[in-house]
């Protein structure tokens, strides 16, 4: 089974220890909460210091090398309110 590794730190480990933020075919971003959606997905921790901090660094654009939508970013803030 391949690893993943997280773009904030940079652990690795299986998938389904991290959370997904996946790019559609159709081109939009979402959190991937099963994992398993279609398209090119970028991982993160489930640890609050490595979401907070894909947020200020904007991690999430280098991974997929375009702009990623303020409405991710703040999926993922509300994520860590939670």
């Known amino acids: 089974m391949p690893l993943r590794h997280c773009v904030t730190c940079g652990r690795e480990g299986d998938k389904d220890t991290f959370l997904r933020v996946v790019r ?13 959606a279609a398209g090119r997905g970028a991982y993160l921790c489930n640890d609050p210091a490595c979401i907070s901090g894909a947020v200020r660094g904007k991690k999430l654009n280098r991974s ?14 509300r994520r860590l309110a939670e």
């Open 24 to 36: 559609a075919p159709e081109g939009n971003y979402r959190i991937d909460e099963t994992g398993k």
């Open 64 to 77: 997929f090398r375009t702009a990623i939508p303020g409405e991710v970013y703040e999926a993922l803030s």
